[in-house]
């Protein structure tokens, strides 16, 4: 069975390829398109990730669930893909010819960028990404993400020169999502052979998919409904400003995603062999690692954001600072309530509470946004993510109370919190001395880093964390006896 460390690397490499290369041309882009020409891109690509959604409804959990409950036998893997893939080939083309007809007729924004965009449902039609990592075989989408986004940004620093270029770099990045589905259709025949379709299998299919889509068009809502709604009702500046803001959330955000992607086929497989002390384990250990991670980023993050935005963004988009801190704190809910989705609801095929939960974050997020966003723009849209991404946790919380010890393995972390607010306080004390430079910049995460780290480290060390101890047992230093030695493998 393939390494679930070396899983863990190879995940957290592809959600980090597929957010911190384009990252590196943000300052680049900020500055040359600005923030009404980056409003604009971001407003119409919001619009087409919509359309996407429709088409892939349940599609990517379903059937990342589907193939790792088969994956130790290729001719139902086969199968199993092959019945999944028709409903997604017949969906995702008719969100295609349902998005044409609404440029065509109902859409009265950029045009020329909308038309552009058509690309990525073509990539939306051709996404098999769930197939792949159903089997982990992460490494391949590894691969394919690392090239297509190194010359994703060699081509965006080379073409888009002036502001007036927002369909150049419109193209760029469509371009480069549908090649990277196109890669995975070479590597399929490593894994799955060819299959005739199978009706019954595929009728089967159909309810699990469309029950799972219900979570993903309402998660939707407070992950691209907020640039719509901003566009709609205040200015392409302001979607400017908060879509640069999620740039940098999205940092830390798809690291969890990463860890969760893994998790959710690992634990899927010891459910079918009832291995509950690893699944116990591995709940622990995850849950007290993604909340060390994302602790010190929520902190890091609201310690350095005024300096960061105007530095890393350019003075346009200083305001950008007050939506970095904000939507920081909102990725310690996403963070746990990952861990319920992934680590339990999906992996038991719970997906009623899943369903639920995530549409009364939907309704929440939708309600705030209504009350808030003619008022205060982006600062509203920003309190509206953060009531979302809280209701969803404390929903699925209250689901899962009495199966899954969730606030067993969350208070021991509470810890954390304190060690991360010394830390911000440090680090937003050095911007104010030092000022708006890079150098302060610098300063800030150096410092910053330190503070955490060694805060954390004596935590693990306090708690007696299993893994730590492994870690040190194997480079010679005497642990204390009695802390659990599980394979972490």
């Not at 971001?42 to 669930?65: D, E, K, P, Q, W």
């Not at 969906?91 to 950029?110: D, E, Q, R, W």
């Not at 209250?398 to 306080?425: D, E, N, S």
């Amino acid at each position: 069975m393939t390494s679930l460390k070396k899983n863990m690397a190879y995940n957290i490499a592809y959600q980090v390829l597929v957010i911190v290369l384009p990252l590196v041309t943000a300052p680049y882009v900020s500055r040359i398109l600005g923030a009404e020409g980056l409003g604009i891109y971001s407003y119409n690509f919001s619009i087409v990730t919509y359309f996407g959604l429709f088409g892939m409804l349940g599609i990517a959990n379903h059937g990342n669930r589907s193939i790792a409950l088969t994956k130790a036998d290729r001719e139902k893997v086969s199968q199993t893909f092959i019945n999944i893939y028709v409903i997604q080939l017949f969906t995702t083309f008719v969100a295609l010819i349902a998005y044409l007809l609404f440029v065509t007729f109902l859409f009265s924004g950029n045009k020329i960028v909308a038309y552009i965009q058509t690309i990525i449902l073509l990539s939306y039609v051709l996404d098999i990404t769930w197939c792949f990592f159903g089997l982990e075989q992460f490494a391949v989408t590894v691969t394919r993400n690392a090239i297509i986004k190194i010359v994703t940004v060699i081509a965006i620093f080379t073409l888009v020169k002036h502001r007036d270029d927002v369909w150049i770099y419109a193209f760029i990045m469509a371009f480069g999502m549908l090649f990277s589905q196109l890669y995975l259709w070479f590597q399929l025949h490593k894994f799955v052979s060819f299959k005739k379709p199978q009706w019954a299998s595929i009728k089967r299919n159909i309810q699990p998919i469309l029950l799972l889509f219900v979570p993903a068009i309402a998660y939707s809502i407070y992950k691209l409904l907020d640039k719509v709604m901003l566009g709609a009702m205040t200015s392409m500046a302001q979607v400017g400003m908060f879509d640069n803001a999620e740039k940098i959330i999205n940092i830390p955000a798809s690291l969890i995603t990463a860890f969760g992607t893994v998790m959710m086929p690992r634990i899927t497989t010891l459910l079918a062999s009832s291995d509950n002390e690893k699944i116990s384990y591995l709940n622990r250990i995850s849950i007290r690692y993604f909340t060390l991670l994302v602790v010190g980023a929520a902190f890091g993050l609201a310690g350095i954001s005024g300096v960061l935005a105007p530095v890393y963004f350019g003075q346009e988009f200083a305001d950008s600072s007050v939506l970095i801190a904000g939507l920081g704190f909102s990725l310690i809910f996403v963070t746990w309530a990952n861990v319920i989705r992934t680590q339990y609801l999906i992996p038991q095929q719970l997906d009623r509470p899943y369903v639920i939960s995530t549409l009364i974050g939907a309704a929440a997020n939708l309600a705030v946004n209504l009350v808030l966003i003619p008022r205060f723009a982006a600062i509203g849209a920003m309190i509206g993510t953060i009531a979302a991404e809280f209701t969803v946790f404390f929903a699925q919380l209250l689901f899962v109370r009495r199966q899954f010890p969730m606030m067993r393995y969350i208070v021991p972390t509470l810890w954390l919190f304190p060690i991360g607010a010394v830390m911000c306080f440090a680090v937003f004390e050095i911007g104010h001395v030092m000022g708006t430079t890079i150098t302060s910049l610098v300063v800030q995460l150096l410092v910053g880093g330190v503070i955490y780290l060694t805060g954390s480290a004596l935590y693990l060390w306090l708690v007696h964390d299993e893994f730590l101890m492994r870690m040190l047992t194997r480079l010679g230093w005497k642990t204390v006896s009695g802390c659990h030695s599980q394979k972490f493998d």
